[in-house]
C-alpha cells in the first residue's frame, strides 16, 4: 500500500502538479477565444467532467477537509474536473491570486493521501490562468465552489482523486488599517492599484534599523523560515530613487524560505499577513559596508515599502 505524509503531499501535489502545470487539454467541447491580450478566456480553460470525476462522491462542508467515496480502482486517461458546489460573488479572473484547500486520494486504492490548504500558513495562493491546472480545474468559478478533478497515472504514480475547493482571492496590495505615520520616517503615497511612491526626509540616513507599520493586517503572522508573498518597493536613501520593486517588475514576489538581506527579514518576521511595513535598512544589515562586497548596493541605506500578502510557515522535518 502507498501511504504519503501531509509534508510529502506538499511537495508532491503542489510542485508536481498544481504549480507547474500539467499537457491536458482545455475543454474539447469549448472554442476558446484568445482575448485581446492573447489569453485564452478564462472560463473556456476548464476541463470536461469524465467517467472518473462523475464517479467520485464527496461528503463534507465546503472550505473543510473532505471524504470522497468511489469505487477503485478508479481508471482516470486524462484530467477531468466535475463541479459539486458552486460558490458565489465574483467569478475568477486571469492573475488572480487564488487560495484553495484540496483532499487527495489515490485513485488506485481510494485511500486520502492527505489534505492541504485549510489550515492558515500551509500554502500560498497561487496566480489562476488558462495555462495553469487550477484554471483547468477551476475555470472562472466563484470562491466557495468545489470541484472533483480526477489526474490520470504518471511516471512518478498512479491516478489521483483531488476534492479542490476554490477558498478566496488574495488582494495583490495590503489591505490592512491605516496606521499612524511615524515622525522623522519617509513618507509613502499610494496610487490607486495599491503601488507606492517613497519622500526621502531631508536629513542624514539612520544607523539603525528603523521598522513601522503603516497597514495593520488582520491574518497571521510571519514566522522565521516562512516563505512570505509579498510586494516590494525598494528604494536608495542617498538618490531617493527606486532601485528595484514588484510593482514594476509585475507580479508579487516569494523567495523560498525568505532569504534576503538581515534587515528586510526583520521587518517580515512577527507582522501579519495583510499589513504594510515600512523599513530602513543600514548598510550592515544590508548588502555590507562600502567595499565590502561588488554588489552595487553596497554601502547603501536602503528603504522598502513592503506589502505582506500571505505566508507559507515552514514544513518540519
Known amino acids: 500500500m502507498r501511504t504519503r505524509s501531509l509534508a510529502t503531499l506538499s511537495v ?13 487539454p482545455a475543454n474539447p467541447e469549448a472554442d476558446p477565444t484568445p482575448s485581446a491580450s492573447g489569453a485564452v478566456d ?24 473532505s471524504t470522497a467515496t468511489f469505487t477503485t480502482p478508479l481508471e482516470v486517461d486524462e484530467l477531468q474536473s466535475t463541479a459539486v458546489a458552486e460558490g458565489e460573488g465574483d467569478p475568477l479572473e486571469n492573475g488572480d491570486y ?8 489515490s485513485a488506485e ?5 492527505g489534505a492541504l490548504g485549510y489550515e492558515p500558513g500551509e500554502v500560498l495562493p497561487q496566480p489562476i490562468s488558462a495555462a495553469t491546472p487550477v484554471g483547468q480545474i477551476a475555470g472562472c468559478a466563484a470562491p466557495g465552489s468545489r470541484f472533483v478533478a480526477a489526474f490520470p497515472a504518471s511516471e512518478s504514480g498512479p491516478g489521483e482523486i483531488y476534492v479542490f475547493d476554490v477558498l478566496s482571492v488574495t488582494p495583490t496590495a495590503a489591505w490592512g488599517e491605516p496606521q499612524e505615520p511615524v515622525e ?22 539612520p544607523a ?3 521598522i513601522s507599520v503603516l497597514k495593520k493586517g488582520d491574518g497571521i503572522a510571519v514566522a522565521e523560515g516562512d516563505t512570505t508573498l509579498l510586494q516590494y518597493y525598494g528604494v536608495d536613501w ?14 508579487p514576489y516569494s523567495n523560498p524560505g525568505n532569504q534576503y538581506v538581515p534587515g528586510f527579514v526583520d521587518a517580515l518576521v512577527g507582522q501579519t499577513v495583510g499589513s504594510q511595513v515600512l523599513v530602513v535598512i543600514p548598510p550592515a544589515l544590508g548588502y555590507g559596508e562600502a567595499g565590502s562586497s561588488e554588489h552595487e548596493l553596497a554601502g547603501k541605506t536602503l528603504v522598502f515599502v513592503i506589502d505582506i500578502l500571505a505566508t507559507q510557515h515552514a514544513v518540519a522535518q
Open 42 to 65: 478564462l472560463c473556456d480553460a476548464q476541463v470536461a467532467p469524465g467517467a472518473a470525476s462523475d464517479a467520485v462522491t464527496v461528503e463534507g462542508e465546503v472550505g473543510t477537509k
Open 208 to 210: 539603525e534599523l528603523e
Open 12 to 24: 508532491a501535489a503542489l510542485s508536481a502538479v498544481l504549480l507547474v502545470g500539467c499537457s491536458a
Open 109 to 113: 486504492t481510494g485511500e486520502e493521501l
Open 238 to 251: 542617498e538618490t531617493g530613487e527606486s532601485f528595484d520593486a514588484s510593482w514594476t517588475n509585475g507580479a
Open 98 to 105: 487564488v487560495n484553495f484547500g484540496i483532499t487527495a486520494f
Open 184 to 205: 522623522g520616517m519617509p513618507t509613502v503615497e499610494l496610487a490607486e492599484d495599491g503601488a507606492p511612491s517613497v519622500e526621502i526626509p531631508a536629513e542624514d540616513a
